[in-house]
């Protein structure tokens, strides 16, 4: 069945630092792939979004792009703030019968300090 | 735009009682899902929903968890009787026009955060 790993964390980066979260996926056909951020008490945000290989997703300075070649969808951001401490999601969606439903990783959790 | 709505915010049971969730779906969405986060995994698909219709209920525990959208918009997720590794966070998703094909963005509600002592 899908699937979808990324990197544990949690991870602790100074403000402005460069940011790499790892996701790679196992998936039957052609997923949509997904970033999802959830903020302290809060429901998850959709981030970004891709649907095709080679698409890029970017949203708030967040980037990634679909690689069907290494099955890889990392999330980076140039320079993180602050306020950018969350969990990361990364998700993928594989249409069945009409249904788009997602499939999560175990989400990293991300602490910016100033 | 409204988003998708969830009461209560937090619920505290003792094992073995029963307890309701409630979800209200973004106006005019026809694709509703109920997902259960465990603390430190992501988000589990329990029932997904097309209109008042069940798509899967594949992952759902029918055995003590039951949901209803009985007129197409609003859902209530019900556990009875609950055990202690049902503490969780239980989210509302929804995506996708009445009428239309599901798409395959959902936006999700702040989630009910529950506690079985």
């Known amino acids: 069945g899908d699937s979808v790993t990324q990197m544990e964390g949690p991870v602790t980066l100074s403000e402005e630092a460069f940011l790499t979260i790892n996701c790679t996926y196992t998936a039957t056909g052609y997923p949509s792939l997904f970033w999802y951020v959830q903020y302290p008490g809060e429901g998850l945000q959709l981030l970004l979004k891709a649907t095709k290989a080679d698409d890029k997703g970017s949203n708030k300075g967040f980037e990634a792009t679909y690689r069907k070649e290494t099955t890889s969808f990392h999330l980076e951001k140039g320079s993180v703030q602050v306020s950018d401490s969350a969990v990361y999601f990364c998700?993928?969606?594989?249409?069945?019968?009409?249904?788009?439903?997602?499939?999560f990783g175990k989400g990293t959790k991300l602490s910016v300090i100033p | 735009e409204a988003g998708v709505a969830q009461s209560p915010r937090y619920k505290i049971i003792e094992k073995r009682q029963s307890v309701a969730f409630w979800c209200n779906p973004i106006?005019?969405?026809?694709?509703l899902y109920w997902y259960q986060q465990i603390l430190g995994q992501g988000p589990k698909l329990l029932i997904q929903?097309?209109?008042?219709?069940?798509?899967?209920d594949s992952q759902l525990p029918k055995d003590r968890f039951s949901a209803e959208r009985l007129k197409g918009v609003d859902s209530t997720l019900k556990i009875q009787p609950a055990k202690l590794e049902d503490s969780a966070v239980y989210l509302c998703a929804s995506s996708g026009l009445a009428g239309v094909m599901s798409t395959d963005t959902q936006y999700f509600g702040p989630g009910t955060r529950l506690t079985v002592l």
């Open positions: 998700a993928l969606s594989e249409p069945g019968a009409g249904s788009y439903q997602l499939t």
């Open positions: 929903f097309q209109n008042n219709g069940v798509v899967d």
């Open positions: 106006s005019g969405h026809a694709t």
